[in-house]
């Protein structure tokens, strides 16, 4: 397993909702990554970082909300999210941490 630094700059964090728990009963496993991060490279770090093997990643990008404090509009940052399905077998814990 060969962890270049570069990996963790795809992916950021696991997202743990609700919905991500019902996507890994899926065998799927959710991460915030990088905006400007594509495909290709989200199943590359995943493949590195974990040593699973990936069958399809999809993405998405939540737009930032506006929100105000003290009085001040405000506005949150755009997220993209990626659903990383994997091979049957493959598994990923991510209460763990790496």
Do not use: C, H, W
Request: net charge positive.
């Amino acid at each position: 397993m060969n962890a270049k630094p570069e990996y963790y700059d795809v992916i950021r964090k696991p997202v743990i909702t609700e919905k991500t728990t019902m996507a890994s009963e899926n065998n799927a496993v959710v991460f915030e990554v990088a905006i400007d991060s594509n495909k290709p490279q989200i199943k590359e770090a995943v493949e590195a970082l974990f040593g699973v093997k990936v069958k399809a990643v999809n993405t998405t990008i939540a737009k930032g909300k506006t929100k105000r404090f003290r009085g001040i509009a405000g506005r949150r940052k755009d997220v993209k999210k990626a659903y990383v399905t994997l091979e049957e077998g493959n598994t990923i814990d991510v209460s763990t941490g790496l």
